[in-house]
């Protein structure tokens, strides 16, 4: 007999889980991304920089071990006080009543185009006479520089470095104004010696401002160096052979500072001294000491300069923002620094290719803080010229006084010991040319239009085409000429 069937219930279907719950994991996923993406992305690029900016700076101390700021300020030369020009000049500006020669009413009409040769007339002597006779003790003492080759100004830097204040290098200024003028006036009373002194004095008035890590610093000492060289050419264009052996040494003397200034007057040491001021700026915005308010000084924010509140906090609290731009920055400044350390012949086209390449670059700080090098390149360059052919005239013109005619050549100049060797032109390497004309000799460059012209100067083209650089000399027949007209009183009251 059969066992009856027994009767199954199917099992019940798993209780469903609350979507809910499904939705919480998903939120919990969504927001664990949405935390750890951005921290992720600010570790790597946290971590790129830091790894960019090491490499920069291993970069830098290849070029100049001890590259920092608070480095090259302690490496400087350190001058006692009393054989600190930069002091004495501080010192004797203060004492000077705002006085500038050049700046009196009229000037340019009064002085332009007066040519080396010619001599003063009574309107330009009672001028310059009648602004020196107002500083006559601290002119006394300005002359004294032409002992005082080197010094040092007193700078704070500032912590963004860019506000840093130099108000003493225009007392600098304000002497070189003195000291020109002074040699102009005692070349024309015959005093030869004294006025080539004036000139020394001038050109250490400059070199005060040596070694400053600022493009403009090297361009006010660059300013009055012309300033001194241009006065020195008037002067010897006025000297009459008076068989003056003070007037022999003086040249001598000038000889050797326009030499020195030549070696130690370069791009490079600037350009290194504006990459490290700027790398002691990123240094504090890193450490926190550079708040957004500074920011706005470097045009970050909207056309105003300002900063909106939410812009101001993210680049106070993730430094990363302004700081990534730093590394490519800095090697920017490196390889600008090499190509200042290249020879003069061809350093501007490499200057200006990494000036195009920042102007196309995106990046905000290069283009807001580097220099506009390839511009100052060519200054300092056009100086080189002068004062190489300065020292290789001062050299002519002591070989003249010996011998009664000038030299055949630079090279025979070097031969008999005038010059340890001919100087170099810089805009093309060769040796600086050197020509004999119906006036005189004019020891030149070919120039920026890399021509040689024939020894054809204008002082006031220097950086244009069909001119040359250099310095001239005047035979004793050419030589203190009948001095210009007068300018009308009516012509001064237009």
């Known amino acids: 007999m059969s066992s009856p069937a027994i009767a199954t219930t199917p099992p019940l279907p798993a209780p469903a889980k609350p979507r809910r719950r499904r939705w919480l994991r998903v939120m919990l996923v969504v927001l664990a991304l949405a935390i750890l993406g951005p921290l992720t992305f600010y570790a790597y690029s946290e971590y790129a920089s830091r790894r960019a900016l090491e490499d920069a700076e291993a970069a830098a101390a290849m070029d100049l071990p001890r590259w920092r700021l608070a480095e090259l300020q302690e490496d400087r030369k350190k001058f006692a006080d009393h054989e600190n020009s930069a002091l004495h000049i501080i010192a004797v500006a203060r004492k000077g009543k705002g006085v500038y020669v050049s700046g009196v009413p009229k000037y340019n009409e009064i002085f332009d185009n007066l040519p080396p040769t010619a001599q003063l007339n009574d309107q330009q002597m009672r001028i310059i006479r009648g ?34 204040l130099i108000p003493d290098h225009q007392s600098a200024r304000q002497l070189g104004d003195w000291l020109s003028f002074d040699a102009r006036l005692r070349s024309q009373d015959e005093e030869y010696a004294e006025a080539i002194d004036s000139c020394r004095a001038c050109l250490n008035a400059g070199r005060a401002a040596a070694d400053d890590p600022f493009v403009i610093t090297l361009l006010i000492r660059i300013a009055i160096g012309e300033v001194a060289i241009e006065s020195l050419e008037r002067v010897v264009a006025q000297a009459a052979d008076t068989g003056d052996v003070t007037y022999d040494a003086a040249l001598k003397e000038m000889q050797s500072l326009l030499e020195l200034e030549a070696k130690e007057c370069n791009l490079a040491t600037t350009i290194r001294g504006e990459r490290a001021g700027y790398s002691h700026l990123f240094e504090n915005i890193r450490s926190g000491k550079i708040k957004p308010a500074f920011l706005r000084t470097m045009g970050i924010g909207g056309n105003d300069g300002t900063l909106n509140p939410i812009s101001a906090w993210w680049l106070n609290n993730v430094p990363t923002a302004l700081l ?52 100052v390149s060519q200054t300092e360059t056009r100086h080189q010229v002068r004062l190489r052919a300065g020292a290789a005239g001062m050299a002519s013109e ?94 001064l009251k237009n």
Not at 336 to 358: D, F, H, I, N, T
Request: aromatic share 8%; hydrophobic share 40%; net charge neutral.
């Open 131 to 164: 602004e020196l006779d107002k500083i006559v003790e601290p002119l006394v003492e300005a002359r004294k520089l032409k002992d005082m080759p080197g010094g040092r100004f007193p700078i704070t830097i500032s912590d963004d470095f860019i506000a840093t």
């Open 324 to 375: 990534k731009y730093y590394p490519e920055y800095l090697q920017h400044m490196n390889a600008v620094v090499e190509a200042a350390k290249l020879p003069r012949s061809e350093r501007a086209s490499k200057l200006g290719e990494l000036e195009m390449a920042r102007v196309k670059s995106g990046n905000l700080v290069m283009q807001l803080l580097s220099p506009y090098v390839s511009k």
């Open 398 to 491: 002591r070989y003249r006084l010996k011998h009664g005619n000038w030299p055949a050549s630079l090279e025979a100049l070097v031969k008999e010991g005038w010059l340890a060797e001919v100087p170099v032109d810089p805009l093309d390497d060769q040796p600086m040319r050197f020509r004999v004309t119906p006036e005189g000799i004019v020891i030149y460059s070919i120039g920026f239009d890399r021509q040689d012209n024939g020894g054809i100067i204008n002082l006031n083209r220097m950086q244009e085409a069909d001119v040359d650089i250099g310095f001239r000399l005047w035979s004793p027949a050419m030589r203190r000429q009948a001095p210009r007209p007068v300018v009308a009183v009516d012509d």
